[in-house]
């Protein structure tokens, strides 16, 4: 099997582009309806980080007061106050995090249900140059690397924020001398995070990309049709192969993801831990000592209790500080991620819900095609052009034409897969277009040659045409289908699970599957697309007895390569490169001598 290829430098400026598109208010007004939640949580976060600042002062109580003057009652008050500290420290932060989560985790959901929404509104086409592999790794693997970010980011800012405000203050209330050492680290801090945070975020872009093609390997090599496919074709190791390579690509821009800038953040995180060595140092030197020893009697000593209260702050900043620049290194990162999914929920909607849609209570099941004209988009002509039809009320029309005509063009448009370019489709005088997409879904109904079924019970695929129906009418479909003897004689009858895309079952079985769901949802309108092109003779003439009793009294329009299945038509259109060319029942058209004698010859 071919290899992706590699990721090219246009590649990464696009994705670098892409990521620098994503706005941040657009990501802040996915938490919108979670304010209050999250002013609770910011509530909690400076309460909690207020409550904290006590333990620097309690320790230097202990130091300088309780400890040297052998004060018991007040050790006793200033060791219960550091536990009571830690324990509100600790229920306060539950309750962050209980709070944080939950809304971090509503907000995926959302995220998650209004991409899967929105991909279920797009055209067909969209899906068609589209990996099926690519899409779910979209909705799966990047919406789940966006967890962290958004179920902890904004608690991790406030927290780190309000921690670092706060032991700064009390820091210069220790010693404002001392605070000013502290303030030469920030700037390389800020400037290095920057500098890694574009590395991430390159690289989160590389990685996402290749986790997509390694979802489309899987699921094009583990498919039903993917196995049959390589073990017929003896593909196997070229996969295995394919797979492989990818997997290693994926290894290796982990790999490079995790480590980009760690040696920089590691030379920070050793500047951190040096500075507080330095003051111990600076604060033992004879000068140092002689200053504070003058100083005692001046009232301006640094006293012990002070340093070491003021290096258990400054710990304090530190540690905050670096968590403020890696959710920084995070955040831009993950900018990539959003800037996948916002690609897809930013694609436009080609065949939408109309702005004011007209009921259709009681269809009848008139249709008309007035002047339709298509182009599929890039094409280099038209797909259909001026088709000018009327099927009256259960009646019967038949689509024929040689390969590519434009037949199952037309069958798609009927069922709005596509909205005409021009003209326009009409059942009982309302344009497709005024109607609801779930309405016209239950007034047309199509069975085409590639019968999908889910892998699930027999049941359960008939069900979903119509989710409240009983077991009894879905018996009576399946008998009006001619397929309940086959599915009574299954070992766990309509408990059958039909195994993926329904392989279990022969082509004329699924057909006929696919006629018993369709009677249960019982549209006015039916088109049959090439349903019976790929059976053999005997389960055709099986199927098209289904066909007949679902056709009944039903408006229908048959799509067929056979011209055996639709010599009964109460009229037949014959297709020529997108436009008819004749139309007219079997026998006038036959007497012409016309196209349509000549595909009947």
Not at 436 to 462: F, I, P
Not at 488 to 499: F, K, N
């Amino acid at each position: 099997m071919p290899r992706p290829p590699e990721i090219s430098r246009e590649q990464r400026a696009r994705d670098r582009e892409q990521a620098k598109q994503v706005s941040l208010r657009r990501i802040a007004r996915l938490f919108a309806p979670h304010r209050t939640a999250l002013a609770v949580v910011i509530a909690v976060i400076v309460a909690s980080s207020v409550v904290g600042m006590a333990s620097p002062f309690l320790l230097r109580a202990v130091i300088d007061d309780a400890l040297p003057h052998r004060d018991v009652r007040l050790l006793v008050w200033l060791a219960a106050g550091m536990v009571a500290v830690a324990a509100i420290t600790a229920a306060f932060g539950v309750v962050q995090t209980w709070i944080s989560t939950r809304v971090g985790q509503l907000v995926m959901h959302r995220l998650r249900t209004d991409v899967f929404a929105h991909l279920q509104r797009l055209s067909l086409g969209f899906f068609t140059r589209t990996r099926t592999g690519e899409v779910q790794s979209r909705i799966t693997n990047d919406i789940g690397g966006m967890q962290s970010v958004v179920t902890s980011t904004a608690t991790s800012i406030a927290a780190n924020l309000t921690t670092v405000v706060a032991s700064a203050v009390a820091m210069v209330a220790l010693s404002w001398q001392l605070s000013l050492v502290t303030l030469v680290v920030l700037p390389p801090s800020v400037l290095l995070s920057r500098r890694v945070a574009r590395v991430r975020r390159r690289l989160t872009a590389e990685r996402q990309r290749e986790l997509a093609d390694l979802n489309v390997t899987i699921e094009e090599g583990l498919s039903i049709d993917g196995v049959v496919l390589s073990r017929t074709l003896g593909t196997g190791d070229a996969l295995v192969s394919r797979f492989t390579n990818s997997s290693l690509r994926l290894t290796d821009l982990e790999l490079r993801s995790q480590l980009a800038g760690r040696w920089w953040m590691a030379t920070m995180s050793i500047v951190f831990a040096a500075i507080p060595a330095l003051i111990y140092l600076g604060a033992g030197l004879p000068w140092a000592a002689g200053a504070g020893a003058g100083g005692a009697t001046g009232g301006s000593a640094l006293t012990i209790g002070t340093l070491v209260a003021f290096t258990s702050l400054q710990a304090g900043v530190f540690r905050p500080l670096s968590s403020l620049l890696d959710v920084g290194v995070s955040i831009s990162a993950s900018l990539a991620l959003f800037a996948r999914i916002f690609e897809y929920q930013d694609t436009a909607i080609d065949v939408d819900e109309p702005a004011d849609p007209v009921d259709l209570p009681a269809p009848r099941g008139d249709l008309r095609l007035s002047h339709v004209t298509f182009a599929y988009p890039g094409a280099d002509r038209e797909a259909l052009s001026d088709v000018d039809l009327h099927v009256p009320a259960g009646s019967t029309l038949a689509i024929v034409g040689e390969t590519g005509s434009g037949k199952s063009t037309l069958g798609a448009l009927v069922v709005r897969l596509h909205d005409p370019d021009a003209g326009r489709i009409t059942v009982d005088g309302v344009d497709l277009r005024d109607l609801r997409l779930a309405d016209l879904a239950r007034v047309v109904g199509v069975v085409s040659q590639e019968t999908y079924l889910l892998h699930a019970s027999v049941r359960d695929n008939l069900r979903y045409a119509k989710p409240d129906a009983t077991d009894s009418e879905i018996e009576a479909a399946a008998r009006g289908a001619q397929i309940h003897h086959v599915i009574a004689d299954l070992p766990e009858g309509y408990d059958t699970v039909v195994g993926p895309r329904g392989h279990r079952f022969s082509g004329g079985e699924r057909q006929r599957l696919a006629i018993a769901r369709t009677l249960l949802r019982d549209p006015r309108v039916l088109v049959l697309d090439e349903a019976t092109s790929a059976l053999d003779t005997a389960t055709e003439r099986a199927v098209q007895e289904a066909f007949d009793a679902l056709a009944h009294g039903r408006t229908t329009i048959t799509i067929a390569h056979r011209l055996s299945t639709v010599r009964a038509a109460d009229r037949i259109a014959v297709l020529d490169h997108g436009r008819v060319v004749e139309s007219g029942p079997h026998e006038d058209l036959v007497s012409e001598a016309g196209r349509y004698a000549a595909l009947a010859a």
